[in-house]
């Protein structure tokens, strides 16, 4: 029985042991820089930063009397020999939110000159070795800084915060997400984001690769973040949108993405391939282009048409391209993202409907029936159609018609009509199914991209949609 206690006391004792030296302490003029392994119990369970959900971040609300924010962080119950004390890298000031590098090497305490006291929450990720320092006094809001051309280039410091309060993103019901409306003006879209506001020591959210932003048609940008203690921008070297941007940043991801309204777009797009002699996309190129672009409809701006007489006794291959500034300037638009020839069919009736995508994609269509190309790019679908039939582009296509998801694998037609009829094709203008019911099962269908072409007595219709 003795042994039996004994053991069980000796284990209670282990398992306080390793949990307390699992923890992070906080030792400075708090607690007149007691090392953890003079503090009392309780002492350790008022200054330990602990991992509650195994997820390495480790974290503790404490109240900080003024003047008293002056401290660094002990790694288990050990003295001040230990290698295991994390130090800042440079002094830092705190401003709502600071996020700080810390280093085994000695430098810095980690302090605020001028603070006045109050409740703070501390978050130290052990596999980053970073610092989260919250003050719960100022904002229970988390605040991302806009740092880069819209702000001037100006140092994330306290000194200049007031310039950055229109610059600002909140996580306001603290879930990871920060989001904020921001007017960029035209050629400035070169900015990053900075956690905190700390000079040197600040730690800013980057691309993930430094890469350039590219919007599609509907002002949509999404991309993934990293963390960095140097700037990198994101950039956009054409931004000439007036429209405010729509900002959306999940830490939880790291991911971001930046919304507008709708770019300014441009009058044509330019047909290049083949029945051009694949002249380059350059400008000047553009009197021989001129007759070779598609131009925005007036009544619906997303929309381009255009009609052109071809050699039909070779190869139809050709894509789009919404500028003459060179094979990788502007924005380049095909069948699909990579630069390669896809082969295509047009149906019964000599149309071919599809998809459009940003890419070098070409399509290709081995004999095309007559020396006339018609060609409708509708950007609200993100679908062409190219026809021999100058009537089949010039179909008014209503909204009485409308498709719907109605379960796994099945579509409904609703239209005020009885009689309907539909057609599906693939991607590559194949004809997979045809039908007159207002009901349709896509079982049997393999993943994919189809279109579906929809017609009743006095109405027409063109849709994408996917099957998973």
């Not at 939880?252 to 029945?275: D, H, M, R």
């Not at 190219?386 to 099945?410: K, Q, Y």
């Amino acid at each position: 029985m003795i042994k039996i206690l004994f053991n069980f006391f000796a284990f209670c004792v282990f398992v306080g042991l390793s949990a307390s030296a699992d923890a992070y302490y906080i030792v400075g003029d708090i607690n007149n820089y007691n090392a953890p392994t003079n503090m009392s119990e309780s002492e350790r369970g008022k200054y330990a930063l602990t991992d509650d959900d195994g997820d390495e971040i480790y974290s503790l609300i404490i109240n900080i009397p003024k003047n008293k924010f002056s401290f660094v962080l002990f790694k288990g119950i050990v003295d001040w020999n230990s290698r295991d004390i994390y130090w800042a890298t440079v002094p830092i000031e705190m401003v709502d939110e600071t996020e700080i590098l810390l280093t085994k090497t000695v430098s810095q305490n980690i302090s605020y000159s001028n603070w006045e006291g109050g409740e703070v929450q501390l978050e130290f990720d052990s596999k980053t070795e970073r610092l989260k320092i919250r003050s719960l006094e100022i904002d229970n809001a988390e605040i991302l800084y806009l740092v880069g051309a819209p702000t001037g280039y100006i140092e994330p410091t306290i000194e200049n915060k007031e310039l950055f309060k229109e610059y600002a993103f909140a996580d306001i019901d603290g879930d990871g997400i920060y989001k904020g409306s921001i007017s960029i003006p035209s050629d400035a879209f070169e900015f990053c984001f900075a956690k905190g506001l700390n000079g040197d020591s600040t730690t800013y959210v980057v691309p993930n690769n430094s890469e350039v932003v590219k919007f599609d048609f509907y002002g949509i940008y999404e991309g993934a973040t990293n963390y960095t203690q140097s700037l990198q921008y994101w950039t956009y070297n054409d931004w000439q949108s007036t429209e405010d941007i729509e900002v959306v940043y999940d830490s939880n991801l790291n991911t971001i993405s930046f919304t507008c309204g709708a770019l300014e777009q441009t009058k044509y797009l330019y047909l290049i391939g083949t029945p051009s002699g694949w002249i380059g996309p350059d400008s000047g190129n553009e009197p021989y282009l001129r007759k070779w672009r598609l131009k925005n409809s007036e009544d619906n701006e997303n929309v381009y048409k255009g009609e052109f007489e071809i050699d039909n006794s070779q190869q139809l291959v050709f894509r789009f391209y919404d500028a003459l500034t060179g094979w990788d300037g502007g924005r380049s638009y095909g069948c699909e993202v990579d630069d390669n020839v896809f082969h295509y069919n047009i149906d019964e009736n000599g149309i071919y409907q599809g998809v459009i995508k940003k890419g070098k994609g070409s399509w290709a269509f081995a004999q095309w029936p007559t020396n006339k190309l018609y060609i409708e790019v509708d950007f609200s679908n993100m679908t062409v159609l190219f026809s021999c039939n100058e009537a089949s582009v010039n179909v008014v296509i209503e909204d009485d018609i409308n498709i719907c998801v109605v379960g796994e694998n099945m579509l409904s037609i609703e239209t005020t009509n009885e009689n309907v009829c539909y057609e599906i094709y693939n991607m590559q203008g194949l004809l997979v199914g045809k039908g007159a019911d207002k009901i349709i099962n896509l079982e049997g269908f393999c993943q994919g991209v189809y279109l579906i072409k929809i017609e009743d007595a006095e109405n027409y219709k063109v849709k994408r949609f996917i099957v998973r």
